[in-house]
């Protein structure tokens, strides 16, 4: 048991702020009186020193960081910068997707008015397939070499011809004398690819019978995929396709392949909802 | 710029002029925290909160000493966290680790120890490991005020502000802590530099 413990709780309490120079004059006066007289009282005091002095060997520690603050621990928003770019991005976006769905609403109602004469893509396909052939032909080339250079062109085109190939071929349509009229062909039977383009190409090695076949094929209505029933016998095989073929090209109208101006907005909104996406996100990580 | 230009601005929401009293005071409330606590890293979050606290709470604040005030939110963040600890006892990693009495013991508050010799700074470091034990099983009010009054140096008023407890109660909680630890550094009294052995302190 040490000397502060014997203490009463009072003296403790003067002593530890005599200590700390926190007692009033008059106390600090009477205190001194009685540290002189009493030694436990000044043994008691010399052990509070002792440990006030070995509290105060405690090194003062440096903070391992700092504390500062960020905006985002504050809860302080920064103002977002370039909010035009996400809006237009936003825009160009809903303006992209009008587009589509107008192009889409535009397909649908055309299948739906034009779809009896829906082959008229393949009817341009096959007109400017001929087209080419005749315009790529040689002033005096042989009919087999024609031929069969022109063979891969109408194997691309023939999709109705095909079609109506076996149609054509059928005995019962050949007993009938239907005439079978591939778009853009005239009417007449169905004949090879070679011997069509045979034809076509050297029009003066056609028979002599050829110049009432012309006029009978002349005669043919405007050409359609639909099978058209007539009274014209069918011409002989491999004779009658190449002098035919020129009447209802004349009629029909050159298709040039262009890009709808819907397809070009569409494209224009895609682009510019990208672009400004990016650089919308490009702001943001810039912060 | 002085310090209530620098309150009266952080008042108003400048986060910068509230950084420039962190950078200020951040050692004494980390100090304060740690030696509470116990520990370097239960320490710096209750620094970090303590200070997030007051950036909050900076209209409340209505004059006097402003680091008794940022001194008192820590105290009671570290009371909170103790409490905590209290309700779910958890052995920290660091204790259990700690070969020595803290990496930030190591750090500028030492760089006398550089000077002396290997075995005197270990007996420092020795010597402040006993004092924190001493403190640390100390009840929790007698802590805070012993550490204000004879690590950090305060008076009696500004220790009453941070504690929020009357005069009078301060000066009690202090004596009976100054009991407690003389009692508790008898243990290590072989630690304790000559002058400082509480058998060679005589009555002045």
């Not at chain 2, 209209?59 to 939110?73: A, C, E, H």
């Not at chain 2, 966290?81 to 070969?99: D, G, N, Q």
């Not at chain 2, 290997?118 to 550490?147: G, K, M, W, Y």
Request: aromatic residues 4%; glycine residues 6%; neutral net charge.
């Amino acid at each position: 048991m040490t000397g502060l413990h014997r203490l009463p709780r009072r003296d403790l309490e003067k002593l530890s702020a005599y200590l700390d120079g926190e007692l009033t004059p008059a106390e600090t006066v009477r205190l001194d009186a009685r540290l002189r007289k009493e030694a436990a009282l000044a043994e008691a005091l010399g052990e509070m020193r002792a440990t006030k002095r070995a509290l105060g060997l405690l090194p003062m520690l440096r903070p391992p960081r700092n504390f500062t603050l960020t905006p985002k621990m504050a809860g302080i928003r920064e103002p977002r910068r370039y909010p035009a770019l996400r809006w237009a991005s936003a825009l160009a976006t809903l303006a992209f997707m009008a587009a589509c769905g107008l192009d889409a609403f535009g397909v649908l109602s055309r299948g739906v008015s034009f779809g009896a004469s829906a082959p008229a893509p393949m009817a341009a396909e096959m007109q400017s397939a001929v087209l080419e052939a005749t315009a790529t032909e040689p002033a005096n080339p042989p009919p087999t070499a024609a031929a069969e250079e022109s063979a891969p062109i109408l194997a691309q085109a023939p999709p109705a011809a095909d079609a109506i190939a076996p149609l054509m071929a059928s005995p019962e349509i050949r007993s009938l004398g239907v005439a079978v009229t591939p778009l853009g062909l005239g009417g007449g039977p169905p004949a090879t690819e070679g011997d069509l383009e045979a034809q076509a190409a050297f029009p003066t090695e056609t028979p002599p019978s050829e110049a009432e076949i012309l006029a009978s094929a002349a005669a043919t209505p405007a050409p359609t995929l639909v099978p058209t029933l007539g009274p014209a016998p069918l011409p002989a095989e491999g004779t009658a396709r190449a002098p035919a073929t020129e009447a209802p090209l004349s009629r029909l109208p050159l298709a040039t392949p262009r890009v709808p101006t819907i397809r070009w907005a569409e494209i224009g909104f895609a682009g510019a909802a990208i672009v400004l996406a990016a650089l919308s996100l490009r702001g943001r990580r810039k912060r | 710029m002085d310090e209530p230009s620098l309150i009266r601005e952080a008042q108003q929401g400048d986060l910068d002029a509230f950084n420039r009293l962190v950078l200020a005071h951040q050692s004494q409330v980390y100090n304060l925290a740690y030696r509470i606590i116990g520990e370097a890293d239960a320490a710096s979050d209750a620094t970090q909160e303590a200070f997030l606290s007051a950036y909050r709470n900076l209209r409340g604040f209505r004059g006097g000493s402003f680091v008794g005030w940022l001194l008192r939110i820590v105290t009671n963040t570290c009371y909170d966290e103790l409490r905590r600890r209290k309700r779910r006892p958890a052995i920290s990693l660091e204790v259990l680790t700690e070969t020595d009495s803290g990496p930030d013991e190591e750090g500028p508050a030492s760089l006398a120890s550089l000077q002396e010799r290997p075995e005197a700074a270990a007996e420092r470091l020795e010597l402040s490991r006993a004092i924190q034990n001493c403190l640390d099983h100390l009840p929790l009010e007698f802590r805070t005020v012993a550490i204000l009054a004879d690590v950090q140096g305060y008076d009696y008023s500004e220790i009453a502000a941070v504690v929020g407890a009357p005069l009078g109660t301060v000066k009690s909680r202090l004596a009976r802590a100054r009991l407690r630890l003389r009692d508790c550094l008898q243990r290590f009294r072989e630690l304790l530099p000559a002058a400082f052995r509480l058998e060679d302190e005589a009555p002045s």
